[in-house]
């Protein structure tokens, strides 16, 4: 009944402040006309503001204001990024849900974002640490018409959207190590990952990962990423509005994926590189073929990272961990 009471309050946001019938509202939620009068009901005894109208239905007029996690829909300037929206208190991994999600035909731009996760997973496989509450664990699922080699460009662009939302939340200053860290002074902010569903010439689905720290303490952190991790919270002292990084993240995402499906890369490429660490430095490049010292150049306008080693030669670095 909780979750009549969460679809119910999603579907009215949804609305966009039109007026939802309550026999479409039973459709939406799959449940009875009795059940979705009960549920008004109770959202207005959690200080929901709602206005019936006879023969239009009913129209959310305000939320109430103690609300974190659910209200993200409320505020959201997004035409499709974040429009279907699933919220979840506990899960394994934001994006096994979003790729069953993704088969059974959710909409483009569907995000799926949880409280908390116990199994949720990096790039091959290794854990990401995801504690209860204090992060933003999500997965954005897009169905872009493009060939698979286009993928990897996605974690760029999603890496400028949330450098640029940290930014406007809170005020600092975040860079971007290619391909997918987010870090601030060295330590990482945030990870992305970004997996593909697609045929030989072209993209099924894109399910994009974000996981970022947000609320944590040093503490909340287990051992092994202690020295290596940070927060929104421990960079700017303050504690920091999950709501507001989200609602960010998706505006500046949409932003810029549209840029790219008009423009392609090139003006990508430039934001990408204001935001870039590491480039002009000496590094070190692990890749699944061995590892490539040498001085970062940039990237190419495929997003590729070059790397010049020292006897002269580029290499064109498709996916590595990158140490500087
Ligand atoms: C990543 O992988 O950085 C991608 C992380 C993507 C997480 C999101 S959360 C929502 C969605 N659902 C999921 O299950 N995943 C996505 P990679 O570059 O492989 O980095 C993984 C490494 O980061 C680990 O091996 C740790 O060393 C470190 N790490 C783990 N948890 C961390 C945390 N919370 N903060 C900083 N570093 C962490």
């Not at 929206?85 to 483009?108: C, L, M, N, W």
């Not at 995000?111 to 933003?136: D, F, L, Y």
Request: charged share 25%; proline share 4%; aromatic share 8%.
């Amino acid at each position: 009944s909780s979750s009549i009471k969460k679809q119910l309050y999603e579907a009215l946001a949804n609305a966009d402040g039109n007026y939802l019938s309550g026999q479409a509202l039973a459709n939406i939620i799959g449940c009875s006309r009795t059940a979705i009068w009960k549920h008004i009901e109770e959202l207005r005894k959690s200080g929901f503001e709602l206005e019936a109208v006879r023969k239009k239905g009913y129209r959310l007029i305000s939320k109430p204001a103690h609300l974190s996690e659910h209200d993200i829909l409320f505020g959201l300037a997004t035409k499709t990024i974040g429009r279907s929206f699933h919220y979840y208190d506990s899960v394994e991994s934001t994006q096994t849900i979003a790729h069953k999600a993704a088969r059974e035909g959710a909409p483009e731009g569907t995000v799926i974002i949880a409280g908390e996760q116990t199994g949720g997973k990096g790039r091959m496989s290794r854990p990401w640490h995801s504690s209860k509450q204090k992060g933003i664990w999500m997965s954005m699922i897009v169905r872009p018409k493009l060939p698979p080699e286009r993928a990897p460009q996605f974690t760029l662009i999603t890496a400028i959207a949330c450098a640029r939302a940290i930014e406007e939340v809170t005020g600092l200053e975040p860079h971007i190590k290619w391909p997918n860290d987010i870090l601030y002074k060295g330590k990482k902010l945030t990870g992305i990952l970004t997996e593909l569903q697609g045929e030989a010439d072209k993209v099924n689905f894109l399910i994009i990962g974000i996981g970022m720290n947000v609320n944590q303490t040093k503490d909340d952190f287990p051992e092994e990423v202690k020295e290596r991790a940070t927060s929104l919270e421990i960079e700017s002292g303050n504690s920091v509005s999950k709501t507001k990084v989200v609602q960010n993240i998706l505006k500046y995402f949409e932003k810029y994926y549209n840029l790219y499906m008009e423009k392609g890369f090139a003006p990508l490429k430039i934001m990408w590189e204001s935001y870039a660490a590491g480039i002009g430095k000496p590094i070190i490049a692990r890749t699944l073929n061995g590892e490539i010292s040498g001085i970062a150049l940039g990237i190419t306008d495929e997003g590729i990272l070059k790397v010049e080693d020292q006897d002269g030669n580029i290499h064109h670095i498709y996916s590595a961990d990158i140490e500087f």
